[in-house]
């Protein structure tokens, strides 16, 4: 019965759609996966009053929340408002201290706001962006997944991530991350399950990894 099942929430990553999920497999008998989307932020809204409304979305008690990259950002602070089984943060960091020193220079500098985000239909830029990497063969790919190329919501991205204060960390929180992840680069990671030759995108690239621990994780 799906009230006996845990229930499992996924959010992507910036500019990504849930699609980067599609090679997740749970166990049906004990799992229900539920997949979240990214919309466009209001005037005046910061990841707290993004993370209340997203949170209202999750229509489960107790839920595991899995985020990804600024999406790991995201759950953390949907924590805030509802109670969770587990927070699953993948390539993505867990407080300030984890950010590498291009973003903390970023929100020193506010540099971050020059960026050309007015290029973000050129696939190769959002790539950039998204998962901090440039890449040829897989851009067809990767196009696939990143379907959210308004401007506004890219430039709010990037700034609510340089400027993310983390005061207490979720109890329940678990963090799994990339031993080659180009974005957060594990040097600045503390307290983590490390995955050996990981990237910031192994999600997609690693998904079997996920499909045999992530269970493990969950019921831990």
Known sequence: ??????????????????????????????????????????????????????????????????????????????????????IIVVSSIKHESELPKRMIFAKYTQVHKLLPTGLINNIELL??????????????????????????YIDWSIDQMVNWRQTKMPEVLVHIHGEKDAVFPVGNIKDCIIIKNGTHTMIIHRAKWFNEHLPTIILQ
Do not use: C
Request: aromatic share 14%; glycine share 6%.
């Open 1 to 86: 019965m799906a009230e006996d099942k845990i229930h499992v929430y996924f959010m992507p990553g910036m500019a990504a759609n849930p699609s980067i999920f599609k090679n997740i497999k749970l166990p049906k008998l004990q799992f229900e996966k539920h997949l979240l989307e990214w919309f466009i932020p209001t005037e005046g809204m910061d990841i707290k009053d993004y993370a209340y409304e997203m949170s209202k979305k999750i229509k489960h008690e107790n839920p595991v929340l899995v985020g990804v990259s600024f999406g790991g950002i995201l759950v953390q602070e949907m924590g805030r408002f509802i109670p969770t089984k587990k």
């Open 127 to 152: 790539t950039k962006y998204a998962f901090g990497e440039i890449v040829t063969k897989r851009l067809k790919l990767y196009e696939e997944y990143l379907s959210i190329r308004d401007k506004y």
